[in-house]
């Protein structure tokens, strides 16, 4: 987990290394291979999915579709255009729809869910682009704890299937239960780095304070 | 700042206005006075409306929606592939600026002057005036559309960029749904501005309840302008009232975000 106080860095980081943003200088290392410097029009790495803090749906889209959406590398382009996805794909987003807890919302359009079904529906995109990396920024801060606790534990699930999980988070409560490892930002440096999950709560504060 | 304009560029102001009126004639009192004779001659001739032309009238009427219609829908058939390719995160900066010079070109003609082209094209008739709203209609409503794709939610645009799809994919499957209440919007809008449009392509020969507007005019035939002058106008009150009612419905429902 990424930890640091507001403008510390820790969207652009996300950004950076899902190749939204071009770093300043130096090379980016994702999943083991250097990152081609993006041009804001480039197709990106599907492996890599991230999550952004508002979650980025569309809301004019039903859940199905925008679930749907996650596997657009992986399908024909001309016939994803009519919507015209293989079935494996679809019985592919129903699954995943129904291991979220949500798969009797797949044909309400987005705009119509609470604020924890969104979440849901955003980590089904992202587990249809088949990642070996999620990245989700702040997307539980907005959560009621209860949802918030389901929403973790969903995510505890699949890091415990192999996909690894960079997510920004402000929540020390988060932080102690849920993270494998912790980075605390500061004006853009990494100022912690530890992989021990008893880090003292008092001592991130001190740290992300400066 | 000041409060007020300094005296000197008032009284330069009113200096021209003044010399600008005696060139253009609005100082000429006796001509006012005739003029003023003329306009209420006029408005008793227009009494009492001649409604036996009611019929051909209505025709006119309904050929002028059927020149909007398709006009617009034409145009707007020609702008959504043109509105994608000016659109800056599509496409790279040549393909979108000229994209964007074809639109202004196309936008910098008046919808007439298109009427008039097309009637020496394909002839007299509401075929030249679809044609001429179509063209004009390219020119607004494309500008219109990539200004709603452009004023896409970027976080939404970012989330499904990074599945890793391509730009059609992505204007398939972000901009387009994202955009689509706006679209509809503009379009019924466009429809509207162009219903009027429609009716004055009759003055170029190009269809429509223009053609009789002028006739009546040219021959005087008051009464049957004011016939033709007031069913135009309740047609039209009719279409924008539908259309604003249409357009709020499809503004008001996903307004809201998308957050948490």
């Known amino acids: 987990m990424v930890l640091g106080s507001s403008g510390s860095g820790k969207t652009t980081f996300l950004k950076l290394a899902k190749g939204l943003l071009a770093p300043g200088g130096g090379t980016i290392s994702v999943l083991g291979a250097p990152m081609a410097r993006p041009t804001g029009r480039d197709r990106l790495n599907p492996r890599v999915a991230y999550i952004p803090q508002q979650l980025g749906l569309v809301r004019n889209l039903s859940v199905i579709d925008n679930v749907l959406s996650g596997a657009l590398s992986r399908v024909d382009s001309a016939r994803s255009l009519f919507k015209l996805f293989p079935g494996g794909f679809v019985d592919e987003a129903h699954e995943a729809l129904s291991a979220l807890g949500i798969a009797h919302k797949a044909e309400e359009k987005v705009y119509a869910l609470s604020g924890g079904e969104r979440q849901r529906v955003a980590i089904a995109r992202a587990l249809m682009q088949q990642p070996r990396l999620i990245l989700a920024d702040e997307f539980i801060s907005q959560l009621d704890p209860a949802t918030s606790s389901d929403i973790m534990q969903i995510v505890r699930r699949i890091a415990d299937r192999g996909v690894a999980i960079v997510q920004t988070t402000h929540e020390m409560e988060v932080v102690a239960r849920y993270a494998d490892h912790v980075v605390v930002l500061r004006n853009g440096e990494k100022v912690l780095d530890r992989s021990d999950s008893d880090v003292l709560a008092d001592e991130l504060a001190a740290t992300i304070r400066g | ?260």
């Not at chain 2, 560029?9 to 006012?32: E, H, Q």
């Not at chain 2, 008793?44 to 398709?70: C, H, K, N, W």
């Not at chain 2, 007299?124 to 004023?151: H, T, W």
């Open chain 2, 1 to 260: 700042m000041q409060k007020w304009l300094p005296r000197s560029l008032v009284m330069l102001l009113f200096a021209a206005l003044v010399i600008s009126m005696a060139n253009i004639g609005l100082l000429d009192l006796p001509r006012l006075g005739r003029g003023a004779l003329n306009i209420g001659r006029f408005v008793g001739d227009l009494f009492p409306p001649d409604l036996s032309v009611l019929g051909a009238v209505t025709v006119a009427i309904v050929e002028t929606l059927q020149i909007a219609l398709v006009g617009t829908l034409l145009g707007f058939a020609m702008a959504l592939p043109m509105a994608l390719l000016a659109t800056p995160f599509l496409f790279g900066p040549t393909i979108t600026g000229a994209a964007r010079t074809i639109l202004a070109v196309v936008r910098t003609v008046p919808s007439l002057f298109w009427g008039i082209l097309f009637v020496v094209a394909v002839g007299l008739g509401p075929a030249a005036g679809a044609l001429g709203v179509a063209l004009y209609s390219l020119g607004y409503l494309g500008k219109l559309l990539y200004e709603i794709f452009e004023g896409v939610d970027p976080e939404v645009l970012e989330a499904v960029r990074s599945v890793g799809c391509n730009r059609l994919q992505l204007a398939r499957f972000a901009v387009l749904p994202e955009a689509a209440n706006n679209l509809v919007a503009q379009l019924l809008f466009m429809f509207e501005y162009n219903v009027r449009a429609s009716s004055i392509m009759g003055f170029v020969g190009a269809g429509g309840i223009g053609f009789y507007l002028l006739g009546y005019i040219q021959m005087l035939q008051y009464d049957r302008l004011l016939t033709a002058l007031v069913a135009t106008l309740v047609v039209v009150i009719l279409i924008d009232r539908a259309s604003a009612r249409l357009r709020r419905m499809f503004l008001l429902p996903t307004s809201g975000g998308v957050g948490a």
